[in-house]
């Protein structure tokens, strides 16, 4: 992933056009560079395809794969399909986003221009909905940082969140540090 903070982003997008391609595969494209699409790529999209910025837009915020801001550091998917729900899903949901200070899928909220309040999408930790993890035996389950977890409690939560908190500032400090080691 792209990581310049200066990019030329006429450079980067003329990189992905070509004859033929959509707007959808430019704007993936754009989103595998950098990790989201940066408001400033619009124009530089909407100049190489012959399209209004506005509609550079317009099916921008219309997927929810699309983000608009640089992802959080750390991402957590709670499952919301209905084993999860039915074993009090939507409580651990809202324990996470008291926890947090995170809102739930404010990715989606800022991608339409919605103020989710400071922190809610890319501080350290960032919520999402997913729907259906394949531990419906096991339920609730959740991703944290991209690791499969089940049979979610608040304290269980409370303890994952901590640990993969820990092996992210390990990283950033260039140092090794070991989680808690709790497997699914
Ligand atoms: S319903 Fe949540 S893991 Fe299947």
Redesign the pocket.
Known sequence: MRRDPTPAYDAVVAGHVRPGRSLLAVLHAVQDDFGYVPDATLASIARAMHLSRAEVYGVLTYYHHFRCQPPARLTIAL?R????RSMG?EALVAHAEAVTGCKIDAHLHEAVGEAVGEGAEHGDVALESVY?????GQ???ATIDGKVRARLDTARFDRLLAAARAVQAGERDGLRTTSEGEQA
Not at 81 to 84: H, K, L, Q, T, Y
Not at 132 to 136: E, I, M, N, S, V
């Open positions: 499952c399909a209905e084993s999860c899903g259906c993890l394949g531990q419906c339920s609730p389950a």
